[in-house]
C-alpha cells in the first residue's frame, strides 16, 4: 500500500538534513500531511579488535545530553561509497582502518519520519592510522569484551538504537 503525494513543500535546510511537509491522499480517499526529515545514507560499523573487542566510542551527545557509548557511525558523502566511509569513520573515530570489512545488511533509522538509511557493516584486522578528524578530541574510544557487551546493552550503558541493533544483528550472525 502506498500514499498518493499530492504536494511536497521544503520548510528547512540545514548543512546535516533538511525538512519537508508532503500532502498525500490515504487509500480511504482522505488527505494528511507526513512531515519528513530528509537525511543521508550513513554507515555503522561494529569494529573487532584483535583481542576480540567491540571497539566503542564514548562522545557527549548534546540531543541526549549526556555523554554515550555508541558503534562508530557517520554519514556517506555525495559521491562516496559506504565502504570508503566505513573506512573514513574508524580512522576519524577510532583511529584504526580495517583489513577486513563484511557487510551485515541494514535498516531505517526512524522510517516513521526520517529517510536515513544505515548500512551495517563489521570489521575486522584493524591496523592503527593517524586519527583524521577535527572533533575527535571529544572522542574516547572504549574497548568492552564480546563477553560483555549484552550486559552494556541490558543496563542501558549502551542505549541508541543504531548501536543496540548492530550489536545485537552481529551477536545472531557471529
Not at 480511504?28 to 500531511?33: A, I
Amino acid at each position: 500500500m502506498s500514499e498518493e503525494t499530492l504536494s511536497s513543500k521544503a520548510v528547512f535546510k540545514g548543512d546535516l538534513f533538511s525538512v519537508r511537509i508532503d500532502e498525500i491522499r490515504l487509500s480511504d480517499g482522505s488527505t494528511s500531511t507526513r512531515e519528513i526529515v530528509e537525511h543521508s545514507d550513513a554507515v555503522v560499523v561494529v569494529p573487532i579488535d584483535r583481542s576480540g573487542n567491540i571497539l566503542l566510542v564514548k562522545q557527549y551527545r548534546r540531543a541526549a545530553g549526556k555523554d554515550l557509548l555508541e558503534l562508530p557511525a557517520g554519514g556517506v558523502e555525495p559521491g562516496e561509497n559506504p565502504l570508503e566511509t566505513v573506512r573514513r569513520e574508524l580512522q576519524e573515530e577510532i583511529g584504526y582502518l580495517p583489513n577486513k570489512i563484511i557487510s551485515m545488511g541494514g535498516f531505517y533509522a526512524s522510517p516513521g519520519y526520517n529517510t536515513e538509511y544505515l548500512h551495517l557493516y563489521l570489521a575486522s584486522d584493524l591496523a592503527p592510522a593517524k586519527l583524521h578528524a577535527e572533533d575527535t578530541d571529544s572522542i574516547e574510544v572504549v574497548p568492552v569484551p564480546i563477553k560483555s557487551i549484552t550486559d552494556y546493552i541490558k543496563s542501558g550503558k549502551i542505549c541508541d538504537a543504531k548501536s543496540v541493533a548492530g550489536i545485537l544483528y552481529y551477536m545472531f550472525l557471529k
